[in-house]
C-alpha cells in the first residue's frame, strides 16, 4: 500500500485524548492533528519522537494532518488502524496466508455473529466460507518479539467466541495479526497485562480457529506486507 500523497515529517510534541495530538512541523510551527487510533499506543508516544502525517484535503476537516507512523526503538512503526484490512487483503492476494489467495470471492465488512463484523469474508463454490479477522499490532518490549494486546480488549475476547461459533457452524475462521513494525521475528500474546484474551484464544484454537502474523515493511512513501512470521502459542492452529 502506497501513500497517495508525501508524508509530512515532525516532531511529536504529546498525543492527548486518544484521538488528537500535537506535532511541532519541520518549519517550526505547531500543528494539532488527529490521531486514527484510539488504543494505548504503548511505547509509541514518547514526546520528541520522529512521525510523519498524512495531509488531508478535504475542507471539512476539522484536522488537516492525521498521525500515520512513528519511529520507535530505532524503526518505524505504522499506527494507523484503518490500514490493516487493507493490508491483509494485498497479503492474502499475495499468497501469504496460505491458501487463502484461493477463494473465489473477497468481501470487505461483512455482517456476521451477534451485531458484529467480519473484516474479509472469503467465499468459494468448492471451499465454502472463510471468516477473516483483522487485529493491528505495533507493540514490542522485548527482544523480537511483537506482542497484542498492548492494553485490555473485551471487543478482541469477543471476536474470538465468535469466530470459535463461526467454525462449530462448519466454516473456516482464521485470525490474522498484522504487525506494522518490522523488527519482529514471531508473535506472542500479552498474557500478564490482558488475561481474559489469552484464555479467549486458547479457547478459539480449541474449537478450531487458526491464527497467523504478517509482518510488514514500513517506509515514508509505502506500508508493505512482507512476510509471515511465527505464532509462538503453546497452543494455536496456525493458518494452513
Known sequence: MQFPT?????????????????????SGAFITGSCPNTGSMRGLTTPGSQIWLENHDNPKRKYPHSLEI??????LVGINTGRPNKLAE????????????????????QKYGVNSRIDILLDDPEKGRAYV??????????????EFPDSVTSRGAKHLEEMG???????????????????????????DLDPAYGAAFDRAMKRGVEACAIRCKITPEEIRPELRIPVTENLVNEAR
Open 6 to 26: 508525501p508524508l509530512t515529517p515532525a516532531r511529536l510534541v504529546r498525543r492527548y485524548k486518544r484521538f488528537l495530538f500535537d506535532a511541532e512541523l519541520e
Open 70 to 75: 512513528v519511529e520507535a526503538d530505532g524503526t
Open 90 to 109: 494485498e497479503a492474502i492476494r499475495a499468497g501469504l496466508i496460505g491458501d487463502l489467495g484461493d477463494y473465489a470471492e473477497l468481501k470487505r465488512e
Open 133 to 146: 479477522e483483522v487485529k493491528n499490532v505495533h507493540f514490542r518490549r522485548r527482544g523480537r518479539i511483537a
Open 165 to 191: 461459533d463461526m467454525v462449530e457452524a462448519g466454516h473456516r475462521a482464521i485470525m490474522v495479526y498484522l504487525i506494522q513494525r518490522a523488527d519482529c521475528d514471531s508473535l506472542s500474546l500479552c498474557r
